[in-house]
């Protein structure tokens, strides 16, 4: 534990000393922290990570972002705070630990998991590709979209994603699928359960029948029955799914 002036707080919290694969601080989460330092007190402390080995920053925020902005914009007689200080040996320790914590917390998304490992770059050299490969396809390629979407049709497993160990379960299938739902969100402006619907499907298809598919056959008749509005009474996932089964093999 160490002790840090409010001052110093401040400091770190300047954007040239903020992590790079660290979530941007959003005001709304901090006034709601602000209301609850004030309602409860302070029940929880930040957690800073001493880098001094490997980047002259030195004391960085692993784990606190919002609650340290809360402590600086109020107007209280809270002169310094206590903090957990961890020494770190390299980046790796480092993002391993702010994904951990953020996981176990529920407080970041798909989204931000991609960004932080995108952003930490080729010191997580074995898997770099394949999160500049799944980043670019999210925010280049098919933006518009879900990102938890784009990991759900390209990651063999979520936390091996969110960990840092990103592997592909077969690219090219992929694609050819994220083509398709991008052409259900964009022209006809399907809704998530659609695009899981037609998802689900599909791998079922893939990977559990051990069936080919033919994407220029499934997109034809989609198309097709989609002008026709044929999928009208599809209210979930499940009908869409039986919806996508009964074109695809209608004679």
Not at 201 to 221: C, G, P, T, Y
Request: net charge positive.
């Amino acid at each position: 534990m160490k002790k840090l002036k409010i001052k110093k707080i401040k400091e770190l919290l300047k954007e040239k000393n903020l992590l790079e694969f660290n979530r941007e601080i959003s005001q709304r989460h901090t006034n709601s922290i602000i209301e609850s330092i004030s309602q409860c007190g302070l029940l929880r402390v930040p957690i800073l990570g001493d880098i001094s080995s490997f980047d002259n920053r030195k004391l960085v925020i692993v784990d606190g972002q919002h609650l340290c902005s809360a402590l600086t914009k109020m107007n209280s007689s809270i002169k310094e705070v206590d903090c957990i200080v961890k020494k770190y040996d390299n980046k790796n320790e480092v993002i391993r630990d702010v994904a951990k914590l953020n996981n176990v917390q529920k407080t970041w998304n798909d989204e931000n998991y991609l960004n932080a490992w995108y952003k930490f770059g080729k010191d997580n050299i074995d898997y770099f590709s394949n999160y500049a490969y799944l980043w670019n396809t999210y925010n280049n390629i098919f933006d518009g979209l879900p990102c938890g979407f784009i990991v759900d049709l390209y990651a063999t497993n979520k936390e091996n994603f969110r960990s840092g160990t990103l592997e592909f379960r077969d690219v090219q299938f992929s694609d050819k699928l994220a083509q398709i739902s991008f052409m259900l969100k964009s022209k006809y402006n399907k809704a998530a359960f659609t695009l899981q619907g037609l998802r689900n499907w599909a791998f079922a298809r893939k990977f559990k029948e051990m069936r080919d598919l033919d994407f220029q056959k499934l997109e034809s008749r989609l198309k097709m029955s989609l002008k026709n509005n044929e999928d009208q009474y599809c209210n979930g996932r499940e009908d869409f799914s039986a919806f996508v089964d009964r074109i695809y093999k209608r004679l």
